[in-house]
T-cell receptor
Framework: AQSVAQPEDQVNVAEGNPLTVKCTYS??????LFWYVQYPNRGLQFLLK??????LVKGSYGFEAEFNKSQTSFHLKKPSALVSDSALYFC??????????FGSGTQLTVLP | NAGVTQTPKFRVLKTGQSMTLLCAQD?????MYWYRQDPGMGLRLIHY???????AKGEVPDGYNVSRLKKQNFLLGLESAAPSQTSVYFC??????????????FGEGSRLTVL
């Protein structure tokens, strides 16, 4: 069975600084990996995905993620954080019935 | 664009009561899912359906039942609610086609409190 780990419950970063939200995964076969964002009292919104190809994936709102097969990681990054990026971020891996298995989530707070 | 719609958005139940959450999608998606979200635990899959008339168990199915009588609707039922079922429930859907690369579409959530 597949699994995802997000080792940090909380990440704080100053506005304008780069941010990284960490994710590691475990899956048999080629991984399909995703990042979603959740704002308070809202559903999950898709940010980006890795299926195949370039290890650096670009997504919505200036986010990107780096896939590293040897380290089984898929870290979310952004060069310059905004206060409006403050939200709950989930990493996920796809299973055989196209269902997603999610990590526990990382609360990102960008400080003005 | 309605997308994925969940009703009700909020509900308070007493222990032992029953209720049904409705998920409706207008995107002609074959696959539908019910997740629950609890603090510090991410989203966990309760049940899912890969087509009309079919359902399957996910990671945490106990205490829940589901039905998919119509392609666009996926119902989640609690026959006898327990306080441990206090949670936020999310429905999601996706196309089954081979060209689909896996982005799930989520509803806005249904917050259930069991007293």
């Amino acid at each position: 069975a597949q699994s995802v780990a997000q080792p940090e419950d909380q990440v704080n970063v100053a506005e304008g600084n780069p941010l990284t939200v960490k994710c590691t995964y475990s899956v048999s076969g080629n991984p399909y990996l995703f990042w979603y964002v959740q704002y308070p009292n809202r559903g999950l919104q898709f940010l980006l995905k890795y299926i195949t190809g370039d290890n650096l994936v670009k997504g919505s709102y200036g986010f990107e993620a780096e896939f590293n097969k040897s380290q089984t990681s898929f870290h979310l990054k952004k060069p310059s954080a905004l206060v409006s990026d403050s939200a709950l971020y989930f990493c996920a891996v796809r299973g055989s019935a196209r269902q997603l298995t999610f990590g526990s989530g990382t609360q990102l707070t960008v400080l003005p | 664009n309605a997308g994925v719609t969940q009703t009700p958005k909020f509900r308070v139940l007493k222990t032992g009561q029953s209720m049904t959450l409705l998920c409706a999608q207008d995107m002609n998606h074959e696959y539908m899912y019910w997740y629950r979200q609890d603090p510090g635990m991410g989203l966990r899959l309760i049940h899912y359906s890969v087509g009309e008339g079919t359902t399957a168990k996910g990671e945490v199915p106990d205490g829940y039942n589901v039905s998919r009588l119509k392609k666009q609707n996926f119902l989640l039922g609690l026959e006898s609610a327990a306080p441990s079922q206090t949670s936020v429930y999310f429905c999601a859907s996706i196309l089954a086609g081979g060209s689909n690369t896996g982005e799930l579409f989520f509803g806005e959530g249904s917050r259930l409190t069991v007293l």
